[in-house]
Each structure stands twice: as C-alpha cells, then as structure tokens.
C-alpha cells in the first residue's frame, strides 16, 4: 500500500514562504500527482496538480505564487513532489496534502501550515 508522508510546514508570517514535500513509497512515473489543503471547518480543495510530463494547473488565488514540481525519474524506488508557497496569506492557513490527482491513495497525515503574524 503506498504511504504518503507530508513535510516542511510550520509557522510563517504573512508574505513568508515555506517549501512542502511530500514523499510517497513507491514510484510516482507516469502518475499524475497534487496538493490539497484543508482549513478549519471547510472542505479539502485542490491547490496544485502536476502531470506526468510536469504540466501544471493551479488553484486560481495561487497562481503566480505556488509551484509545484516533482522527481520524475523513472526508475526511483521512492516519488517526491514539491510545493513551493511564496507570499502566504492567512487565510492559506491549513492542512496541506499530497496525493495522486487520478486516483486518491489513502490520505497521509499533512503538514500543517500556519500563516499568522
């Protein structure tokens, strides 16, 4: 079963950045991949996908200040993909997921990120 392992999150100050990654057990090549995040009392929505060929499409109000990225080499035991975040807002403040775009794995546990001064 592959397991999904969030980190980097922390707390930053409105206008700070923070890089997340995310590992997966096993090997991400030819899987399309994305960020969620969930705040307090809302729903998870999607932030960032990636595609195999590392084509992105971005959550509307990120645009220009997220990237997400990824390892893309074929024969890696292990997958990674990346989310870059610069000038956060509070209102960004979540839990932040990765998993595979097509079809949920199961969930990891998140990296909590929190946007406050």
């Known amino acids: 079963q592959v397991q999904l392992v969030e980190s980097g999150g922390g707390l930053v100050q409105p206008g700070g950045s923070l890089r997340l990654s995310c590992t997966i057990s096993?090997?991400?090549?030819?899987?399309?991949m994305a960020w969620y995040r969930q705040a307090p009392g809302k729903q998870r929505e999607l932030v960032a996908r990636?595609?195999?060929?590392?084509?992105?499409?971005?959550?509307?109000s990120v645009k220009g200040r997220f990237t997400i990225s990824r390892d893309n080499v074929k024969d890696n035991v292990k997958g990674a993909v990346y989310l870059q975040m610069d000038s956060l807002k509070p209102e960004e403040t979540a839990v932040y997921y990765c998993?595979?775009?097509?079809?949920?794995?199961?969930w990891g546990q998140g990296t909590q990120v929190t946007v406050s001064s």
């Open positions: 096993g090997t991400i090549f030819g899987i399309n």
């Open positions: 990636i595609t195999t060929g590392s084509s992105t499409n971005d959550l509307d």
């Open positions: 998993n595979n775009y097509t079809s949920s794995w199961s």
